[in-house]
């Protein structure tokens, strides 16, 4: 685990600041502090941080605009910080660039270990100036690296067979949409004859135990659509 990693701070209110950076500083962290978007935004591009924590609701700049506008310049990692009911704008923020996100309250410890979580995802190639961004597939409670072939629900990696990975990542890439069994074993498998369906239905029920261990909310992302099939649901997560 890398150590002396350097994080940016960004939230309007202060005491939420200094909580973050005292339990960040205790695990070896260096924290800088911003108390609005514009300041942000400045600091972000006039140095290299190794993750910025981002408060979505800030005067002058938003979150949003913040990580859109860096965007066009710098991929280094954002933990946007988000208040319950603003899961619309999670979702833009993972639309904008965003890599993971923190509902407030929360606790500093949990803040700490997603730090660690997504230095480690990112540790096999280098997030800042100039760096391509890398090749996931983010969600809430889930993500797909596919440089690195790994898939990581809360922060966690969870271990899936290559049958396993190619059906969660073909289920992710259209979320919302249905897909029927015959489908399945097309595109998954390669099954241009009727086969087996219940061979679906078994790596399903695999996918999601294995999601299940470790994380519950990410294992709900698989749905059955009765009588018709499987998709990949991100809304109410």
């Known amino acids: 685990?890398?150590?002396?990693?350097r994080v940016l701070v960004v939230d309007d209110e202060?005491?939420?600041?200094?909580?973050?950076?005292?339990?960040?500083?205790?695990?070896?962290?260096?924290?800088?502090?911003?108390?609005?978007?514009?300041?942000?935004?400045q600091q972000a591009l006039e140095n290299d941080y190794d993750v910025i924590l981002l408060d979505i609701m800030m005067p002058e700049m938003d979150g949003i605009k913040v990580t859109e506008e860096l965007r066009k310049e710098k991929s280094t990692p954002i933990i946007m910080l988000t208040a319950k009911g603003e899961e619309a704008n999670r979702v833009q923020g993972f639309e904008v660039g965003t890599d993971d996100y923190i509902v407030k309250p929360f606790?500093?410890?949990?803040?700490?270990?997603?730090v660690k979580a997504l230095l480690r995802r990112v540790s096999?190639?280098?997030?800042?100036?100039?760096?391509?961004?890398?090749?996931?597939?983010?969600?809430?409670?889930?993500?797909?690296?596919?440089d690195a072939h790994r898939v990581t629900?809360?922060?966690?990696?969870?271990?899936?067979?290559?049958?396993?990975?190619?059906?969660?990542?073909f289920l992710a890439k259209s979320p919302d949409k249905v897909f029927n069994r015959e489908l399945l074993l097309k595109e998954v498998w390669e099954?241009?004859?009727?086969?087996?369906l219940r061979t679906v239905d078994t790596h399903v029920k695999r996918?999601?135990?294995?999601?299940?261990?470790?994380?519950?909310?990410a294992a709900k992302m698989i749905v059955t659509v009765w009588g018709v099939g499987y998709k990949f649901e991100v809304d109410d997560v």
């Open 1 to 5: 685990m890398e150590t002396n990693a």
């Open 14 to 41: 202060e005491r939420i600041r200094r909580l973050i950076k005292m339990y960040l500083e205790k695990e070896d962290f260096m924290v800088e502090e911003a108390e609005n978007g514009s300041e942000a935004l």
């Open 107 to 114: 606790s500093p410890r949990e803040v700490v270990l997603r």
């Open 124 to 146: 096999s190639g280098d997030f800042r100036d100039g760096a391509p961004t890398k090749n996931l597939l983010v969600f809430p409670h889930l993500t797909i690296d596919h």
């Open 153 to 169: 629900a809360d922060g966690k990696e969870v271990a899936l067979t290559p049958k396993e990975y190619e059906l969660l990542c």
């Open 191 to 196: 099954y241009e004859f009727f086969g087996d």
């Open 207 to 217: 996918l999601r135990e294995k999601l299940n261990n470790v994380s519950a909310d």
